[in-house]
């Protein structure tokens, strides 16, 4: 497994633009997809956006959907997550994940094993 560190959050009103980052570092095997994962106050966790690292799938909460742009380096150990027409509702802790083996589909929350520690993204006017 790998160490995974986001970056990129902060504090921005309704209708900006932010870019998230998670580099993952000393991974010893492939991996078979990433994810953004957020959790609110008074909130689950949910699975925000996730992109299957061969192929290239990707996936979005109908939440984010047509607002949020999920995509990949090409060295493949950089994942990005675009955020556009933010919203206050969007205000959360954004983690991103790492899926290890395939018994699960990139889209259920439970592929997902390894997780980073966090960045807060804060919509407030």
């Known amino acids: 497994q790998a160490q995974l560190v986001e970056s990129g959050g902060g504090l921005v009103q309704p209708g900006d633009s932010l870019r998230l980052s998670c580099a993952a570092s000393?991974?010893?095997?492939?991996?078979?997809?990433m994810g953004w994962f957020r959790q609110a106050p008074g909130k689950e966790r949910e699975l925000v956006s996730a992109i299957r690292w061969i192929g290239g799938n990707t996936y979005y909460a109908d939440s984010v959907k047509g607002r949020f742009t999920i995509s990949r380096d090409g060295a493949q150990n950089t994942m990005y997550l675009q955020m556009n027409s933010l919203k206050p509702e969007d205000t959360a802790a954004y983690y991103c994940?790492?899926?290890?083996?395939?018994?699960?589909?990139?889209?259920?929350?439970?592929?997902?094993?390894?997780w980073g520690q966090g960045t807060q993204v804060t919509v407030s006017s």
């Open positions: 994940a790492e899926a290890e083996d395939n018994f699960y589909y990139f889209s259920d929350k439970r592929a997902y094993t390894h």
């Open positions: 000393g991974r010893t095997t492939s991996v078979y997809a």
